[in-house]
């Protein structure tokens, strides 16, 4: 019986840090945002709608309105968004030259979590025996971002790399550079 032994590869502790470490960024990226509300709505004639959604912490409130040609454009579409004491954004959507729909976006910061109300308005072009429009709207909201966490993650890992590096021999400590002969 003949048996033979294999040495076995070890990877440096470093070398699956740096691994672990490249890995992680190179993983795809997480949005943050969430949609709040998103819905198409009919118009027959002119029609007003309050939609209420919730701003779960401190961030940005981003409205999207869009005014849809089906069968025609809406001859006037317009928004504003408040709290139950303030408003907050408003504005009204263009149409698009020759009668095509138009887009808007606003974007406008809320203080505190809580829950906040969109009021759309819109007026249907009359075209033939049809008064009916379409629009779409979707709100979503992205957290403020703590700045000084960042700055703390960013520097431990710095710190991280430097003691991984001066460990393994690529960096060398101040002082230590040989005598000249």
């Known amino acids: 019986m003949n048996m033979t032994h294999q040495p076995r590869l070890r990877a440096a502790p470093g070398v699956l840090a740096v691994s672990a470490l490249l890995g992680l960024t190179a993983g795809p990226v997480a949005q943050a945002d969430q949609i709040l509300v998103a819905q198409t709505n009919l118009i027959n004639g002119t029609v007003s709608t309050v939609d209420s959604f919730t701003a779960p912490a ?43 729909g138009g887009m808007m976006l606003e974007s406008f910061q809320v203080s505190s979590p809580g829950t906040y109300f969109a009021h759309v308005t819109g007026t249907a072009t009359p075209s033939g025996t049809l008064d009916l429009g379409l629009y779409s709207m979707q709100v979503s909201f992205a957290p403020a971002v703590p700045l000084p966490a960042a700055g703390w993650l960013l520097g431990g890992a710095l710190l991280v790399l430097a003691g991984l590096g001066r460990r393994f021999g690529l960096l060398k400590p101040a002082g230590s550079l040989p005598a000249a002969a």
Request: proline letters at 9%; hydrophobic letters at 40%.
């Open 58 to 100: 401190a961030g940005t409130v981003t409205i999207e309105l869009s005014n849809l040609p089906w069968p025609t454009a809406l001859s006037t579409l317009s928004f504003f968004a408040g709290s139950a004491s303030q408003v907050l954004a408003s504005g009204t959507v263009p149409n698009a030259p020759g009668g095509g």
